[in-house]
């Protein structure tokens, strides 16, 4: 396989995942501010922290006309130089995939192009300012129908792989950051009404859609150690960082087998088995451990495993592309 083919689509599937989850972060956030009567500072600040855009968001926006939950998503929802707000999202997205035409199937196509191209709407922005409920679950569904229309439309090969693997590694990230954050920013609170309490951490579910699983998993009171410990190590739910990362290794190993020689990604399958080995629930019993230092070295260790992937698989697969062209 082409490397600069397994590269875009390595990135069609982080962006798509970037933009839903993005748009599920704002749902739920805006839904908490109802809800939980926090100040804005402490429903729409962690917002920014989980997608690292805090100070870009300082620097750049200055208006006082809006109030901080206002300003906050519309960067995040339009900031055409905030790459992880949706409006680039989706564009990063569907630049991808014109650029591998040739690999994603017509249907998955149009549907990423229909969701740019809708993006740039008057319609969209009017549901945006009309139905700001409405304007996120419509953008999380078009995602969600894409990345199923990859699974159904598309031969489960190479190109596939490597698109899941792009979601499969996002969305550890984005699964961790948000986790960090607000797990952090809610245990800070001072004690209150269980009620709040409980509403909170089931927020925190909701922004990684898990507020399901997590009931049919876990009877009795919700607590940040029964949240936490679901979405770091529940095996058989779709997002937990557990799940993503044995996921993700399993792909890795079927690029590079055990013995084998002479192919690329030695080096990135041995990191995602070490990392995988380390999230295990004992990693949480050591004397001093924490819930936070255990998510900033999977954060850590995901991107050392992302550079790792591009230096063996797409730039080594380059040079094997030269070398058997000048051959």
Known sequence: MIARVAELCFWLGRYLERAESTARVLQVTGTLALDAGLPPDQCWRPVLAVFGELTRFSEQVHSADEDEGERVQRFMSWGEDNFSSIQASVAAARENARAIREVVSIECWE???????????DEAKEEYLRHRYGFYRSIRRSVQLVLGLFRSTMLHDAPLDFIWLGVLLERV????????????????????????????????????????????????????????????????????????????????VEFHPPGTQGLPGAETVAHSARLLEKLQPAALTA?????????????????????????????????????????
């Open 111 to 121: 549907a990423i192009n229909e969701l740019y191209l809708w993006m740039r709407s």
């Open 173 to 252: 990230g984005q699964t961790a950051r948000v986790l960090d954050v607000h797990h952090h920013a809610f245990s800070q609170l001072p004690n209150g009404h269980q009620v709040v309490e409980t509403s909170l951490w089931l927020s925190l579910l909701r922004a990684c859609s898990g507020f399901e699983p997590f009931m049919k998993r876990n009877q009795g009171r919700v607590t940040g150690t029964a949240v936490a410990s679901f979405l770091l190590f529940e095996r058989e739910f779709p997002r937990s960082l557990a799940y993503c990362l044995k996921s993700a290794h399993r792909y890795l």
């Open 287 to 327: 004397p001093g451990a924490t819930v936070h230092e255990l998510l900033t070295q999977v954060v850590e260790e995901t991107g050392t495993l992302c550079n790792l992937m591009a230096a063996e698989f797409f730039g080594a697969a380059r040079a094997l592309g030269s070398q058997s062209q000048a051959q």
